[in-house]
């Protein structure tokens, strides 16, 4: 639960699923608005962040256990929603963040196969009751997301697994919005940019007349 003044949105998906092409996208349409936005990302989003994204990710080092890598997610975590998510809400900036949260959960949990609960006790420990107002969950087949990044450049540490590792990604993010469709909105990111851009329209509009009305 969010009780600051700005709101709190997150955009989910496996690689290459739009999420980072549709982020400026989103910050334009609520500025219009005359709302102030502030664009982040995890792992990564402050100083201490994004050298603990560049450990996370360097394609380089040796295989990392599963629970390095969940308590380096959350370490990102906790420096970026104590230094600049919740400050920046505080002060009633809408704040958009690629993954978060929900991130952990899909890939640690559901590919990495960690237990909810563990993850669970991390999210309280370090966020409390503090969850995003809204979810944009961007799905589409693995074989078209996994393509999509692949076109785009060099796989990082975690882009190099096997499609069936984000076969069980995608399941536990359709699952988790199944379990909590009032946070959850489902962009369906197979279709082109502009579709998808027009789903995205839609949505953040009626949060934009709901945060006015
Ligand atoms: N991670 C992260 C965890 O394991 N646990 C956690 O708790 C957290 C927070 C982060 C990695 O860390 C993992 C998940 C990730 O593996 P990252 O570089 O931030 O690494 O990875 P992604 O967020 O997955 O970034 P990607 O760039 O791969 O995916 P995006 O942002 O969803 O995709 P985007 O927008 O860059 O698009 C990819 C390509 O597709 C094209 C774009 O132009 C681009 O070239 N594209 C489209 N083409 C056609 N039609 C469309 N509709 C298109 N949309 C985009």
């Given amino acids: 639960m969010n009780v600051a003044p700005g709101l709190f949105l ?3 998906g496996i690689e290459g699923a739009g999420k980072t092409s549709n982020l400026q996208h989103a910050k334009d349409l609520i500025e219009a608005s005359g709302k102030s936005v502030i664009v982040s990302r995890e792992p990564g989003g402050t100083e201490v962040g994004e050298k603990i994204r560049e450990v996370l990710l360097d394609p380089d080092l040796p295989a990392m256990h599963s629970d390095t890598e969940l308590l ?3 370490a990102s975590r906790a420096e970026h929603y104590q230094h600049k998510i919740l400050p920046a809400l505080n002060d009633g ?3 958009l963040c690629d993954r978060f949260s929900d991130a952990s959960f899909a890939y640690q949990g559901g590919g990495r196969h960690i ?3 563990r993850i669970s006790a991390l999210e309280n420990w370090v966020l409390g009751e503090f969850r995003p107002d809204t979810t944009f969950l961007f799905d589409l ?3 078209l997301g996994l393509s999509r990044a692949k076109a785009r450049g060099a796989a990082d ?5 096997e499609a069936e590792f984000f076969e069980q990604i995608r399941r536990c993010y359709l699952d988790r919005a199944a379990k ?3 946070r959850f909105c489902l962009i369906d990111a197979s279709q082109t940019l502009d579709a998808v851009r027009q789903q995205l329209g839609k949505a ?3 949060l934009l007349d709901n945060s006015q009305g």
């Fill in 10 to 12: 997150t955009f989910e």
């Fill in 72 to 74: 380096l997610m959350f």
């Fill in 93 to 95: 900036n809408w704040v």
């Fill in 115 to 117: 237990a909810i609960p």
């Fill in 141 to 143: 087949p693995v074989n």
């Fill in 157 to 161: 540490r975690i882009e190099q697994e």
């Fill in 180 to 182: 909590e469709p009032e």
């Fill in 204 to 206: 953040i509009q009626t």
